[in-house]
C-alpha cells in the first residue's frame, strides 16, 4: 500500500463510494478548498479502500459510511464529515462546531442522507474516474473497484 503523505505531517485519508454522484461532488469541493493537499482519496470499492477499512475493524461492505483516516485513527459518518470542514479553508471550518450537536442527532441526519444519497444524486455502475487534477490526489489502486 502506498504511504500516505502530504504536505503537512498530519496528512489524512478520505475513503468514499466511488459509485456516488453525491460523493464525488464533496471530493471536488473539499480539494477546491483544500490548499494544502492535506486529503487524500481512495474509493471505498478499491484495493487501497478495502485493505484500510480491513485495518481499521470496519465492515468492507458498508457503502454508507464516509471514513477519514488520520495516524492510524478512523473517524466515520458525522464525525468524520467534521472533521474535514475543520482543515478547509475559509469559513468551512466554522461547521466544525457542530461537534457540539449530540453525535444520536447528528449521525441520524447523516443516516437519512447516505439512505437516499443514490435516489437524490444518482449512481453510476463503475468508479467515477476523477480528472487529472483529482487523480494525483488518489491513493494508487484507489479508484478502481467493483
Known sequence: MEAITSHNDEAAVLLIDGKCMLC????????????KKY?????????VGQQLLKDGNLPIDDLDTFVMVQSNQY??????????????DGWWRLLYWFRFVPLAWRN???????????????????????????????????????
Open 75 to 88: 473517524y466515520t459518518k458525522s464525525e468524520a464529515a467534521l472533521r474535514v470542514f475543520r482543515k478547509l
Open 24 to 35: 464525488n461532488t464533496i471530493t471536488h469541493f473539499v480539494v477546491k478548498r483544500d490548499k
Open 108 to 146: 441520524y441526519v447523516y443516516h437519512i442522507i447516505a439512505r437516499n444519497r443514490y435516489r437524490w444524486f444518482e449512481k453510476h455502475e463503475m468508479c467515477i474516474i476523477p480528472t487529472p487534477e483529482l487523480l494525483e490526489r488518489f491513493l494508487d489502486d484507489g479508484i478502481g473497484g467493483a
Open 39 to 47: 486529503f487524500r482519496f481512495a474509493a471505498l470499492q478499491s484495493p
